[in-house]
């Protein structure tokens, strides 16, 4: 079981740009699936995740309102569509499937938010300038 992040790349602040997660040998529908981000020198943050019901859920303040979780099923991806990106978001962003169908609260935090998260795909590096 592989994920893949794609569709990264350089853009200017302002700009929008959307990543896919793909799966290799496994479908997504049942799964939670997570977008996180890691920037050079800091830690993992968590993004968002959507559920196996396509409820979506954002975690922290830096990108509610700028970055929006969907699923496409007959392709068997899901999509981080990010807009109004700025310096800051630049970091290697990554996907990955939670256990079961289910994903961690908007309030969880440390292990009760990553640790649900059992497979992960390599990142899609973004870019941005100023």
């Known amino acids: 079981v592989q994920l893949q992040a794609s569709g990264g790349g350089l853009v200017q602040a302002g700009g929008s740009l959307r990543l896919s997660c793909a799966a290799n040998?496994?479908?997504?529908?049942?799964?939670?699936i997570g977008w996180f981000r890691q920037a050079p020198g800091k830690e993992r943050e968590a993004l968002s995740c959507?559920?196996?019901?396509?409820?979506?859920?954002y975690y922290g303040d830096s990108v509610k309102g700028r970055f929006t979780t969907s699923r496409d099923r007959p392709k068997n991806t899901v999509k981080l569509q990010m807009n109004s990106l700025n310096p800051g978001d630049t970091a290697i962003y990554y996907c990955?499937?939670?256990?079961?169908?289910?994903?961690?609260?908007?309030?969880?935090?440390?292990?009760?938010?990553?640790?649900?998260?059992?497979?992960w795909g390599q990142g899609t590096q973004v870019t941005v300038s100023s």
């Open positions: 990955a499937a939670t256990r079961g169908s289910w994903c961690p609260s908007e309030t969880d935090s440390g292990p009760l938010l990553f640790n649900p998260f059992n497979t």
């Open positions: 040998g496994f479908p997504l529908d049942y799964y939670g």
């Open positions: 959507i559920d196996s019901s396509d409820r979506p859920t």
